[in-house]
């Protein structure tokens, strides 16, 4: 049975955003006294605040306090960004051929709603994929790694996980997905080597890569098996 939906990772996958979570968090954190390097917090990109506050400032929390100044100050930054961002090679070209397939697309991201916009608009999608169509970071209790992201985006597709695949970058992203029973084609261009994207059912470089590929890829074939 060929897949029916597609959950769609914006950060890496649709727009080349990762290095500019990394920079706006070392950038947040120092505002707040906190010494974390690029080095240290991009490998973590994926990953909600929820995730990553804990590992630079124990005990705080994204939803309070301090660190809710320092999540919010993130996410001032990522929007300021955001207009100097690039799409990813390919994007729209592949969710056009996706969306003339038939697929059904909806976007899960660890963002919030209006840092969604921004990105969409970044990856020149905005006017191709609705917001409605959408989980976000207000639809889940945690971030990925946890699968929660993923399991409201099938609700909202109101399909099993035997009928979707997932389109992402970071291994959190993987993690998620197969949480939630959802295979994952991973892009490269999310700053990932092959043996962190290992458990994904198929790797490219990125949406343009795959776009070439399609007719023998995971999204057009259910016949390729996980390695």
């Known amino acids: 049975m060929a897949y029916q939906g597609v959950i769609l990772d914006v950060d890496g996958t649709l727009v080349l955003s990762n290095d500019a979570h990394a920079h706006a968090w070392v950038e947040a954190f120092a505002e707040f006294g906190y010494e974390v ?14 995730q990553i506050i804990p590992k630079f400032a124990p005990g705080l929390s994204d939803e309070e306090g301090k660190g809710k100044k320092i999540a919010d100050k993130r996410k001032e930054l990522i929007i300021n960004f955001g207009t100097n961002l690039t799409p990813a090679n390919g994007a729209r070209q592949l969710i056009l051929q996706m969306q003339d397939k038939g697929l059904r697309l909806i976007i899960a991201s660890s963002a919030t709603s209006q840092e969604l916009s921004v990105l969409l608009k970044a990856a020149q999608v905005d006017d191709l994929l609705s917001q409605d169509e959408a989980t976000t970071s207000s639809d889940a209790e945690a971030s990925k790694p946890d699968p929660g992201i993923v399991e409201a985006a099938l609700n909202k597709l109101n399909m099993q996980p035997s009928e979707v695949v997932m389109l992402g970058d970071t291994p959190y992203d993987i993690k998620s997905a197969n949480k939630a029973g959802v295979g994952v084609i991973a892009f490269r261009c999310g700053g990932f080597d092959d043996s962190q994207l290992k458990d994904a ?19 057009a074939t259910k016949a390729m098996t996980r390695t």
């Open 37 to 50: 390097k690029f080095e240290q917090v991009r490998p973590l990109i994926g990953m909600g605040g929820d």
């Open 201 to 219: 059912l198929a790797i490219y470089n990125d949406p343009a890569d795959l776009l070439t590929h399609y007719d023998n890829s995971p999204l």
